[in-house]
Structure formats: structure tokens, C-alpha cells
Nanobody, 116 residues
Framework: QVQLVESGGGLVQPGGSLRLSCAAS????????MSWYRQAPGKERELVAA????????NYADSVKGRFTISRDNAKNTVYLQMNSLKPEDTAVYYC?????????WGQGTQVTVSS
């Protein structure tokens, strides 16, 4: 059974940091490109960051560039999103996604709330 399980979300003050994790099972993790998306209430789901299967290239949305870092550990079947200098507009449900040859798997999401 394919599973992507996000963890690490929670409530944090503006300017704070969180590290999200996504643990994968049921498929060959090292063959898949990985990405993080987020969706706020009433808004479209948007791509936040992406990383190639080998971890040798990354891409970021302009809104998070310089603040967020995506990484992966293929030996642990896990992808991470380090989030620094968090802003209230970063508040959303964050989703992990795996892609290979057009096939996509999604996690269940984890809530991130940035508020005073």
C-alpha cells in the first residue's frame, strides 16, 4: 500500500521555524521526484518546492525562496521542508507529493499556522 505521511506541522509565531517531514512507503522512493504543496482556505493549491529523484536539483516558489529549503534522504525514504522566517501568509495545509512518469501520490496533509 502506497503511503505518504506528513508530520511536523503546528502553531508557530511569526519569524519562527518549523521542519516538515514526509515518510514514504509502498513504492521505490528513490525513483520519484518529490514536492511540497500548500493550500489555504478559499485558495488554490500551490507548488511550494520540488526536488529531483537524486536530490541534485531544486525549485521554489518566489514567495518562499530564501526562507524554505527542500531536501531528501533516499536511505530513509523521507523528504523534508525546512521553513524559516515564517509569515502569517504561510498558514496553510502542507501536502507531500511523489511523481514519476505522470503518476502522482499525495499525502494527507499537515496544518501549519503562523500567528501571534
Amino acid at each position: 500500500q502506497v503511503q505518504l505521511v506528513e508530520s511536523g506541522g503546528g502553531l508557530v509565531q511569526p519569524g519562527g521555524s518549523l521542519r516538515l517531514s514526509c515518510a514514504a512507503s509502498g513504492f521505490t522512493f528513490s525513483n520519484y521526484a518529490m514536492s511540497w504543496y500548500r493550500q489555504a482556505p478559499g485558495k488554490e493549491r500551490e507548488l511550494v518546492a520540488a526536488i529531483t529523484s537524486a536530490g541534485d536539483s531544486t525549485n521554489y516558489a518566489d514567495s518562499v525562496k530564501g526562507r524554505f529549503t527542500i531536501s531528501r534522504d533516499n536511505a530513509k525514504n523521507t523528504v523534508y521542508l525546512q521553513m524559516n522566517s515564517l509569515k502569517p501568509e504561510d498558514t496553510a495545509v502542507y501536502y507531500c507529493k511523489a511523481v514519476r512518469w505522470g503518476r502522482a501520490y499525495w499525502g494527507q496533509g499537515t496544518q501549519v499556522t503562523v500567528s501571534s
